[in-house]
């Protein structure tokens, strides 16, 4: 199984609500991470685990705050949200060692802002 | 600083041409390469990848690439494209056991039929 899954597919909220998306792979995989992409722009990084351990935080707003509960799993939890943070949410797994690092990269979750 | 440049931000092309996507990265140290291509309302699909070996990597649908470790450069092609490559292409960097990934800014592709 070399998925990884993303759910909702889509996601509307108003500034005020509290929501999460959610991540999930079965490859075995010990590293994860949340991308950021907006419309006809590269992803950009957000937050990465390695071994169920935030290792990267590039400097997200604590309006985003992400959970590993265990080595399959991974939450992004949402509250307080601008309407500049509509964009498709990508989680992607890898190992966590070794030289190969390939990300697979799940379907992505499209967030619209009200 | 670590950056990805990919030279062409469109591009057109007839069916059956042959495509050249320009990848140049400025990175410390030893780097893995990828080339992920996202067709429209789809998600990132990993085309090939470079970690070490000989520089000429093939990978899907017929896609190759050529690590140029001199020119620091990760150049993507095809010799004939078909109209179902039209999809956005991303080069990306990543320190080899890293974590940080940095992609390009993508190139769009349009084949005409």
């Known amino acids: 199984d070399t998925e990884v899954t993303q759910t909702p597919k889509h996601l509307v909220m108003g500034m005020t609500n509290k929501k999460s998306l959610k991540c999930e792979q079965h490859m075995g995989h010990r590293a994860m991470y949340w991308y950021k992409q907006k419309a006809k722009k590269p992803p950009e990084l957000m937050f990465v685990?390695?071994?169920?351990?935030?290792?990267i935080n590039e400097s997200v707003p604590s309006r985003f705050s992400p959970e590993c509960p265990n080595s399959s799993l991974l939450n992004l939890h949402l509250h307080a949200l601008q309407p500049e943070d509509s964009a498709l949410y990508l989680c992607?797994?890898?190992?966590?060692?070794?030289?190969?690092?390939?990300?697979?990269f799940g379907p992505g979750t499209r967030l619209t802002v009200l | 600083a670590q950056s990805v440049s990919q030279h062409n931000h469109h591009v057109i092309l007839s069916e059956a041409a042959s495509l050249e996507l320009g990848c140049n990265y400025s990175y410390g140290g030893t780097v893995n390469l990828f080339w992920y291509v996202q067709y429209p309302g789809q998600h990132l699909q990993l085309l090939l990848k470079?970690?070490?070996?000989?520089?000429l990597v093939k990978g899907i649908k017929g896609f190759e690439a050529e690590f140029i470790k001199s020119k620091f450069s990760f150049n993507l092609r095809k010799p004939s494209v078909q109209w179902s490559d039209t999809a956005e292409y991303f080069c990306a960097v990543i320190l080899t056991g890293g974590f940080k990934t940095i992609f390009g800014a993508g190139t769009r592709l349009f084949v005409k039929a």
């Open positions: 470079y970690f070490s070996g000989d520089p």
């Open positions: 685990y390695s071994y169920e351990k935030l290792s």
């Open positions: 992607a797994s890898s190992r966590a060692s070794g030289v190969d690092n390939e990300q697979f």
